[in-house]
T-cell receptor, first 111, second 114 residues
Framework: GESVGLHLPTLSVQEGDNSIINCAYS??????FIWYKQESGKGPQFIID?????DKRQGQRVTVLLNKTVKHLSLQIAATQPGDSAVYFC??????????FGAGTQVVVTP | DSGVTQTPKHLITATGQRVTLRCSPR?????VYWYQQSLDQGLQFLIQ???????AKGNILERFSAQQFPDLHSELNLSSLELGDSALYFC?????????????FGSGTRLTVV
């Protein structure tokens, strides 16, 4: 079936550097994507979303890029901080609001 | 605090038993979604309710059932529990039934089946 998946299971990044987390999706009809951050012992927390009519969207220290040609999403975190250590999921949302999540990427920020 | 309340936070029970997980959505939200998060399956959608009615079903086992009550809280019932049912169970809520910016997760219930 259709799936949303992440390329890298673990990303180690030095504090202050930029992080890039990648995600591939297979459903070319998908038109809405969300990035979530999940810290240990907590539920997924909304970070940023993007619709298919956009290529880029920026938030506070985060940027999401969408490449529809190759069905690829990325999340960029600027000046990564220790508090950014978490698992990051990309998700596709259907017309009913149901999320289909990718496998997740563990981001580890080192001093 | 996300505004979505899940109880209990932790639950340990034996195989074959039945448990009920409870979710109170964020004030004003009409939709409730249940997700299961296990180590080998990631976050999997189980079921969605909107204003008391079932709207969508995912990979929910027949041993599992859910309902949403008139006050909009929801319960997920898991019966004939197996070791493989050990997981985190998350509830999320949103205002509407479809694409919605305000999709909020609770902190989850950690179920351990022994």
């Amino acid at each position: 079936g259709e799936s949303v998946g992440l390329h890298l299971p673990t990303l180690s990044v030095q504090e202050g550097d930029n992080s890039i987390i990648n995600c591939a999706y297979s459903n070319s009809a998908s038109d809405y994507f969300i990035w979530y951050k999940q810290e240990s012992g907590k539920g997924p927390q909304f970070i940023i979303d993007i619709r298919s009519n956009m290529d880029k969207r920026q938030g506070q220290r985060v940027t999401v890029l969408l490449n529809k040609t190759v069905k690829h999403l990325s999340l960029q975190i600027a000046a990564t901080q220790p508090g950014d250590s978490a698992v990051y999921f990309c998700a596709e949302i259907d017309s009913w609001g149901k999320l289909q999540f990718g496998a997740g990427t563990q981001v580890v920020v080192t001093p | 605090d996300s505004g979505v309340t899940q109880t209990p936070k932790h639950l340990i029970t034996a195989t074959g038993q039945r448990v009920t997980l409870r979710c109170s959505p964020r004030s004003g939200d009409l939709s409730v979604y249940w997700y299961q998060q296990s180590l080998d399956q990631g976050l999997q959608f189980l079921i969605q309710y909107y204003n008391g009615e079932e709207r969508a079903k995912g990979n929910i086992l027949e041993r599992f059932s859910a309902q949403q009550f008139p006050d909009l809280h929801s319960e997920l019932n898991l019966s004939s529990l197996e070791l493989g049912d050990s997981a985190l169970y998350f509830c999320a809520s949103s205002v509407g039934a479809g694409l919605n910016y305000g999709y909020t997760f609770g902190s989850g219930t950690r179920l351990t089946v022994v």
